[in-house]
């Protein structure tokens, strides 16, 4: 280590260490600071700015009536995925109604395996804020959706291009922060 | 009253690890001889302190003293008494003091076997040891108290994790700590020798057992871990490059290379830089392991609410611990004596190749892990890096170091002709070779994993046994601790790769629905499935069954898989059913019941049951543990324990 | 360290019931193959695919209820006979690259897979530095009692 050049090449080695160092203790830092992020887990949906899947599913009040895609064009809407099963669809629940009921855009409801009875004795209890709702009972449609439990929400725009995605309970923070501004976005935009 | 107790101790223990980091260390600097004399007795005090505290939250716990809230968390009415002494453990702020505990413990060693070196070394390693107590205790204090009361006082604790109520969890974290924490005794080392100038031979004879002995704790600590991982898990994998995982084979890798650098800069005075350096980053890796897994950085750590506060702490203390020793490093390495000239062919040439690829290989580990954070903060996505990736690049990594190895031991110091180890080692790898072809045409699957298992632990090990043959035909050749070392931990790992390489070729696994006096034949075996029963434990509910193994119709054993439901969380563990033997396992775990949901007699009817035919796995274990018995055996050498005034003489070749 | 016993099996726990999210129940009948080279296809593929709900398992590991209907779904896919591509294109078209433990090779991570090589060969230019710069002086022939 005590040939001639040792002193520039320990340097350029000096030089890469520190930024490499630092730029590490950067990405630790980042790291800690994101940390506590509520979403921190979610996945984000790679369906955003696509085409909503198609799909084809009977609704919960009437099994033999299958409604499409296809059929949900033409205007905005909220889909919200739960089942009776899920204790955190309950929480979200009351703030879904407060929003279905400004009646700013369809909210529709996509019911995610769950029994028929269970699932309408839930609404029952807990009151009925969507305009319809679907019945996915073995969640094979659902995997097209990128869904894997509940709750979740998306919000697919009037071509059926899908916007906006999250998982987790939605509460007033959320739909006023992020919801309605795209909504307000879409509206400005058409 | 008692965990008051408790946290006065945390204070004065924080208190004397303050003198003990201040005084000695100026007074190294300084010449002064009763400023550097407080080092050993505050060390001692330190430790005493520290245990203190640890038996205080121990017999809060043993107590069941539910007015700490520490142990509400952490423990119920219901649980088991020798889980009550583990439980201390269980979490965040128990696991630190126990980390506290075990850093105070080797510095009380430390302190006491270091008493023929010179007085500025013991001051100034003490004092760096004390900076380093410092930091923990702190956070201890500050951030993660274990003393912390909740009033009122709860009436039932919320019970420790059931994953953790199980014989493995009670030694995997203090032999993993042993090793972890072990490691910050070379890197006060380094780092004294940095602010001294100089590391000569004598301080290297004194690391060196120690350091030995910390790998051989985390080689042990790792081991326990991937163990438990298997028999308690349920799915029957031993190591899945979990990044928590990760953050202890990190220090592992580096620990190898640094036990390897030592042998060098200790026997031919080269090296001194790396070692050095290699001191600090295993040190820091282990430090920054425990940032990891304590500050939620990582999504894969979810048990903490994470807790920004904490993970800032932690970051800010290793960005002074690692970045001030690696400054240090840059402006006072250079000053070292060069070593001695070596040729291309020689031993130093195949140790920096070793270290090279160990490091290489960490580095890879480190990149994998960290990767889809940096993807995160670079908005690329959330990507996920598995074993596809650390699977690969770890065998392509160390394909060389195993073709290598061999070679190490016979070749000599400073020049060697190649051709000397060469022949000698030559007839072997023919012998690993053929014995791989072999192994490949009679394979009943994976063949390819199956030859490269074979040969490659073939070829190590022969290879080490012509070392030592050479060693025992050679007259009056002794062999030392230090080559018995050597020999079990390079055994160790030829060993390991017949487990950890056969076991993935040769595995068979089936999920099948079996109904009870229904029986499978997987591989040699047949098993029936005799249905499953409801029973109870202490702290649980269980659904236990009973499946008979035959070979050649013969009974085997017969296993219990469980489901378990305790009763505090109602969290559900599978407890798999594991007939071991040396040359494979059986492992039966328990799916879900197939009845329909609302039929209460679910449990007696079919159910999915989960077959293994595990061949040699327990090799992946016995080889860690040769490698760990090798560190162990090589701290024992006499050249570690020469007296100071020989050493003074045989001064010349460092 | 207890973290890592925390961490490596809460993925299967939280099947259960996780704290903010939930998963249903359903069909836990174990999946029939046809032969044995399907079965390892199947339990290759799945190996190299992540449970999208778990805290760091596999798809083939993990006990989760969307982990049983995203391994029906594979084998669909096979019966319907995609490779072994197509069916990871077709999770990670709704799932994201987050479903694949093994990245793709794109400009995104060649730093993750070329770092490593890129690694070794600037420690390998070093040694041979050290190595040359060392062998360049006088170095005396082997002894033949040298200390081991």
Redesign the interface.
């Known amino acids: 280590m005590n040939a001639p050049s040792a002193p520039r090449r320990s340097r350029v080695g000096l030089v890469i260490g520190a930024v490499v160092f630092l730029g590490f203790l950067a990405l630790m830092f980042y790291g800690v600071q994101h940390s506590d992020r509520a979403d921190r887990e979610a996945l984000p949906s790679p369906l955003i700015g696509k085409p909503a899947p198609e799909f084809a599913l009977p609704l919960l009040h009437e099994a033999g009536h299958m409604v499409t895609s296809k059929e949900l064009l033409g205007t905005p809407y909220v889909l919200n995925v739960w089942g009776s099963w899920c204790p955190e669809c309950r929480v979200e629940h009351p703030v879904l109604t407060r929003f279905a009921l400004t009646k700013r855009v369809r909210v529709i409801g996509y019911n995610l395996k769950d029994e028929p009875e269970d699932a309408l004795r839930w609404l029952e209890q807990f009151g009925n804020p969507y305009m319809l709702v679907l019945a996915d009972r073995d969640g094979r449609a659902a995997i097209d959706w990128g869904i894997y439990g509940a709750p979740e929400t998306f919000l697919v725009d009037a071509r059926g291009i899908v916007r906006w995605k999250h998982v987790g309970a939605v509460d007033d923070a959320i739909i006023d922060g992020e919801l309605v501004p795209l909504l307000d976005q879409l509206e400005a935009g058409q | 009253m008692l965990p008051e107790i408790g946290q006065v101790a945390l204070v004065l223990a924080l208190l004397v690890s303050l003198l003990q980091a201040t005084l000695p260390l100026a007074g190294a600097q300084r010449g002064r001889t009763s400023w550097m004399s407080v080092a050993r007795p505050a060390a001692f005090a330190q430790l005493l302190l520290v245990l203190c505290a640890f038996l205080v939250l121990t017999v809060s716990f043993v107590m069941q003293d539910f007015s700490v809230r520490y142990v509400a968390e952490n423990s119920n009415s219901l649980l088991p008494v020798i889980y009550r002494y583990t439980a201390v ?4 702020e128990g ?1 630190l003091l126990l980390w506290a505990l075990i850093l105070a413990g080797w510095t009380g060693a430390v302190a006491e076997f270091s008493r023929k070196l010179p007085d500025e070394v013991v001051a100034r390693v003490l004092g760096v040891m004390g900076l380093v107590s410092v930091g923990f205790l702190s956070f201890l204090i500050f951030t993660s108290n274990p003393f912390a009361r909740l009033l009122p006082a709860v009436a039932e604790g919320r019970d420790l ?1 059931p ?2 109520q199980d014989p493995g ?1 009670i030694i ?2 203090p032999m ?2 042993l090793g ?1 924490v072990g490691f910050v005794v070379p890197f006060a080392f380094a780092v004294a020798a940095l602010i001294d100038g100089r590391m000569d031979a004598r301080w290297l004879r004194w690391t060196r057992p120690w350091t030995n002995v910390a790998w051989g704790f985390l080689t042990l ?1 790792i081991a326990i ?1 991937s163990w ?2 298997y028999y ?4 029957g ?1 031993w190591w ?1 490059w ?4 990760n ?2 084979f990190m220090p592992w890798l580096v620990g190898a290379a640094l036990l390897h650098s030592q042998a060098v800069t200790e ?1 031919r005075g ?1 090296f001194r ?1 790396w070692t050095v350096l290699l001191a600090i980053a295993a040190f820091s890796l282990s430090l920054l ?3 990891l ?16 506060a904490r ?2 702490f932690i ?1 800010i203390f ?2 002074i611990v ?2 001030g020793s ?1 400054l240090l490093y ?1 402006l006072r390495a ?1 000053r ?1 004596e ?1 070593g001695a ?4 062919s020689s031993r ?2 195949l140790l ?2 070793n270290n ?2 160990l ?2 290989a960490c ?2 580990v480190l ?2 892990t ?2 889809p ?5 670079l908005d ?10 650390f699977g690969f ?1 770890f065998v392509l ?1 160390m394909t060389p170091l195993v073709l290598l190895l061999p070679f190490g031991p016979l070749t ?6 190649p051709s000397k180890p060469l022949a000698m080692l030559a007839p072997w790898a023919i012998l690993a070779l053929v014995l791989g072809a072999v192994a490949y045409f009679t394979a009943p699957q994976g063949p390819l994993k199956t030859a490269a298992g074979v040969a490659g632990s073939a070829w190590a090990l022969l290879g080490t046994a012509r070392f030592v043959w050479t060693r025992f035909k050679g007259n009056g050749r002794r062999f ?1 601790p ?2 018995l070392g050597m020999t079990l931990a390079h055994t160790g790992i030829a060993v390991f790769l017949v487990g950890a390489l056969l076991v993935e070729a040769q595995n068979t ?5 079996l109904a009870p006096g229904q029986t499978v034949e997987v591989g040699k075996y047949a098993f029936r499935f005799e249905g499953v029963e409801e029973t109870q434990g202490p702290n649980y509910v269980s659904d236990l069954g009973h499946v008979q193994v035959l070979r050649d119709g013969k009974p085997v054993t017969l296993l219990h898989p469980e489901k378990r439901a305790y009763a505090s969380g ?5 407890e798999a059913g594991i007939h071991s033997g040396v040359f494979g396992d059986v492992y039966v775990a328990l ?4 009845g329909a ?1 609302d039929d209460p007699d679910r449990a007696n009817g079919a159910w ?1 049951v989960r077959v293994h035919i595990k061949p040699f796995v327990r090799w992946i274990w016995l080889g860690a543990a040769l490698m760990a018995l090798g560190g162990f055996v090589t701290a024992l050498d006499r050249r570690f324990r020469a007296k100071p005034v020989q050493a003074a003489t045989t001064e010349q070749r460092a | 360290m207890l973290v890592a016993a925390w961490t490596l099996a809460l993925g299967m726990l939280l099947a259960h019931a996780g704290p903010a999210f939930a998963q249903a129940a359903g069909d836990p009948t174990p999946l029939q193959f046809s032969d044995a080279a399907e079965e390892a296809r199947f339990h290759d593929l799945t190996s190299e695919l992540r449970c999208v709900m778990c805290q760091n398992q596999s798809l083939a590991d993990s006990n989760a209820q969307i982990a049983h209907d995203l391994r029906r779904e594979v084998l669909d896919l096979m019966h319907q006979g995609k490779s072994d591509d197509e069916i990871v294109a077709f999770l990670v078209a709704r799932y994201g690259e987050f479903v694949r433990y093994k990245p793709a090779v794109e400009p995104s991570t060649w730093l993750l897979w070329f770092g490593p090589a890129l690694l070794l060969l600037g420690g390998g230019i070093v040694v041979a530095r050290v190595v040359r710069a060392r062998s360049r002086r006088e170095v005396p022939a082997p002894v033949e009692d040298q200390e081991w």
């Open positions: 453990w269980g979490s965040h696991s994790n994953l953790l969890m995997h974290p993993l700590y972890y600590g871990g438990w991982a308690e898990l349920g799915w994998g899945f979990d990044p928590v995982e953050a202890s026997k080269s830089g392991g425990t940032f897994v304590r500050s939620g950085v990582l999504t894969s750590v979810h048990a903490f609410a994470a807790d920004p993970g800032l970051l290793l960005a690692v970045g690696l840059a250079p070292f060069e000239p070596f040729a291309a130093e040439t920096l190749a090279l690829l490091v290489s580095g890879m990149l994998g960290l990767y954070l940096l993807a995160d903060a690329l996505g959330k990507i996920s890096v598995g074993p596809p990736y690049l990594l000599r110091w400073q020049r060697e002709q030392t230090e080559m696994q089936r999920e099948l629905p109602g969290q559900v563990m599978t799916g879900e019941p197939l949901a999915a």
